[in-house]
């Protein structure tokens, strides 16, 4: 059964950071693309940051030289690292898997809320 578990949410200031963790079970883990999204109120779910197993990363750009994402494969989990963050980047945040040239899953965990306010 798969399970995509997220955690490190939190409330923080514009320009603080947090630091996300996506816990994977019942997948081999290592070959997986991962990934996390995020959802805004009222906004559709957006790709923010991917990973490949060999460890090939992209961006979006609202996100690019802030956001970094990394993964532990002897620990399947996916993190997310997440600095300078502004108000815009508030959202409920999820990771989610592929298989390399696959589409991504219908699978979705909890998410976790990141809040950014003064």
């Known amino acids: 059964q798969v399970q995509l578990v997220e955690s490190g949410g939190g409330l923080v200031q514009p320009g603080g950071s947090l630091r996300l963790s996506c816990a994977a079970s019942?997948?081999?883990?290592?070959?997986?693309?991962m990934g996390w999204y995020r959802q805004a109120p009222g906004k559709q779910r957006e790709l923010v940051a991917s990973?490949?197993?060999?460890?090939?990363?992209n961006y979006a750009d609202s996100v690019k030289g802030r956001f970094t994402i990394s993964r532990d494969n002897a620990k399947n989990t996916v993190y997310l690292q997440m600095n300078s963050l502004k108000p815009e980047d508030t959202a409920v945040y999820y990771c989610?898997?592929?298989?390399?040239?696959?589409?991504?899953?219908?699978?979705w965990g909890q998410g976790t809320q990141v809040t950014v306010s003064s």
């Open positions: 990973i490949t197993s060999g460890r090939i990363t």
């Open positions: 019942g997948i081999i883990f290592s070959i997986y693309v």
């Open positions: 989610n898997k592929r298989r390399p040239g696959g589409r991504w899953s219908d699978y």
